[in-house]
């Protein structure tokens, strides 16, 4: 009767033992793409290379001011 009771008692801590390890697992997904977007925002750079420019009065940000519209990208090359 013993042995049954601490063969269960190892199943139930072993099935405790996996369920905490794949809750743990979860986090470290939200952190991989927490990192890939870091990663993205790093390879855009904060420079805005090119021209552009700003029209009208809004929300959008453009050379520190908020403004309706942002035009970019009227390049020859």
Known sequence: MKRKTFAKLILATGCLVAAYCLSDN???TDLNQLAFQNIEALAQGENN???YYCYGYGSVDCRGYKVEYKISGLSLE
């Open 49 to 51: 290379e090119g021209t």
């Open 26 to 28: 979860r986090g470290t």
